[in-house]
């Protein structure tokens, strides 16, 4: 039979088997991004629509893998049968499934895609065969139940969670095993919320306002119902909008920029942040960011949003030393720190797979490292808002309580603290601190 063409014109089978690959990519510790970064564009949206739920359901594929073949199969193979049962457990973005035949088919076409599985045809088609009367079973008979366990997470991070929070640790789980829907954020320099939802129901593109966040009333946040690709959004290449959860919008809005204030944004790549307050104030900024290649971004995102000028500055250097700095000091710092990303597993469901618990300890260190160069920086009364997209209070409310507890010019002032996981939002850490005299 031919292939099944996919939305983007990829066949399904090359597909599945491109996808295996890149599932074998993070298993062996690289960052799902790294590698969808290195895709062909027409490859990229379905590869990452197909890794990102094999990642989300890899408790379940698993159990059925070693249902049908007790001894682990070869890692190749292991990684292209997690593909192929996912699609079995997801529905489409369009809310229709492939039919069971259909990914039976193009899973045993996947194999001849690649050395490592060229062989063993016969054993995917036997296994997904057996998968697709439990996961598919005829008309009238009951569905498989929900999944009792949402997604994988290693042992010591589910300890934390249940340790941190008794009650809720399921909640967030579950929260991050679902597709994060597509959140926009308006420019408000280019239009107002409700302008721009106009624009999009003109094109037959359905939103809803997101009002507020942990309490924090958002200006320019839209929901989408369905999502589309940046390509179908209005103004998308002259800045209309952004691409950005409704969690981290209220960043910016924290910190309250006027217009002239000088602004650092210590950790600033790609510029999500440093864009939105750069919308809402012409402020003197400083994005500031370690990694090369991550910069690069920044100024991409400021060129499309039309947000350059010269009081615009975007540096690389690192935020725990003073080498980079003119010694002028900042009436506001962001300091959007480097963390363990376990707020925002929903959009990166590789992260679960790449960190080890010592990374917690040596990501505080580093926290607390640009804290403490940050709060130099800060001008006398000035505003200095930490933020981490972590559900670990290692980086959260214990590095608010350390760092207030050794300054004792750091008032602590209103900010939501630790955000959890829901339908609008990844999870956050958010605390605001003013410096009381010199
Ligand atoms: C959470 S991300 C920032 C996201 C960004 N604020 C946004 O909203 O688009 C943290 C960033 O800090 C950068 N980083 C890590 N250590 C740093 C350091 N010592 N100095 C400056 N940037 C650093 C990382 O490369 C990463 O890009």
């Known amino acids: 039979m031919t292939d099944k063409k996919t939305p983007h014109s990829l066949p399904l089978s090359e597909a599945i088997s491109i996808t295996a690959q890149a599932v074998g990519e993070v298993m062996s510790g690289r960052s799902l991004t790294e590698v969808l970064d290195q895709l062909e564009p027409h490859e990229r949206p379905i590869v990452q629509s197909l890794s990102f739920d094999a990642l989300r359901k890899w408790v379940r594929s698993h159990e059925l893998i070693k249902e049908f073949i007790p001894k682990n199969p070869p890692p190749e193979v292991d990684h292209l049968l997690s593909v192929a049962i996912a699609l079995f457990l997801n529905e489409n973005a369009d809310g229709k499934g492939y039919a069971a035949h259909t990914i039976v088919d193009q899973a045993v076409s996947a194999c001849a895609n690649y050395d490592k599985t060229m062989y063993a045809k016969g054993l995917v088609n036997a296994v997904l065969r057996k998968v ?22 290693p042992s010591w991070w589910r300890a934390n969670l249940k340790r941190h929070y ?12 679902k597709r994060a829907p597509l959140i926009l954020r308006i420019n408000q320099k280019q239009y107002s919320r409700d302008q721009y ?55 910016a809005l924290l910190l309250n920029p006027q217009s002239g204030e000088r602004i650092l944004d210590a950790c600033a790549a790609p510029g999500g942040k440093t864009a939105h307050l750069l919308e809402l104030a012409n402020c003197e900024m400083v994005a500031l960011e370690l990694d090369g290649d991550r910069l690069s971004k920044i100024g991409g995102n400021l060129d499309r949003l039309r947000l350059h000028s010269d009081k615009v500055q975007v540096l690389r250097g690192d935020a725990s030393k003073a080498s980079w700095w003119d010694g002028i000091p900042f009436d506001k710092i962001l300091l959007d720190a480097p963390c363990s990303a376990s ?38 009364e000035g505003l200095l808002l930490y933020v981490t997209c972590s559900v670990f209070p290692e980086e959260g409310e214990e ?30 850490y958010y605390a605001l601190f003013k410096k009381n005299g010199p």
């Open 132 to 153: 697709s009367l439990i996961v598919q079973p005829p008309e009238g008979e009951p569905r498989f139940p929900p999944d009792p366990i949402p997604m994988f997470v």
């Open 166 to 177: 008794s009650k809720a640790w399921q909640s967030i789980l579950f929260a991050q095993a």
């Open 197 to 251: 939802q106009t624009l999009l129901s003109e094109l037959g593109i359905a939103s809803t306002p997101i009002e507020d966040v942990a309490g924090v009333k958002l200006s320019s946040a839209l929901l989408l119902s369905n999502p589309v690709p940046v390509s179908d959004l209005p103004g998308f290449y002259s800045g209309a909008a952004s691409v950005q959860d409704a969690g981290a919008q209220i960043a």
């Open 343 to 380: 707020g925002i597993v929903a959009r990166h469901p590789d992260i679960p797979f790449l960190r080890r618990e010592a990374d917690i300890k040596s990501l505080q260190q580093k926290q607390r490292g640009i804290l403490e160069q940050a709060w130099k920086m800060l001008k006398a």
């Open 399 to 428: 590095q608010a309580i350390w760092f207030a507890a050794e300054h004792g010019n750091a008032v602590r002032l209103g900010a939501p603290g630790q955000i959890l996981p829901t339908d609008v939002s990844d999870g956050f």
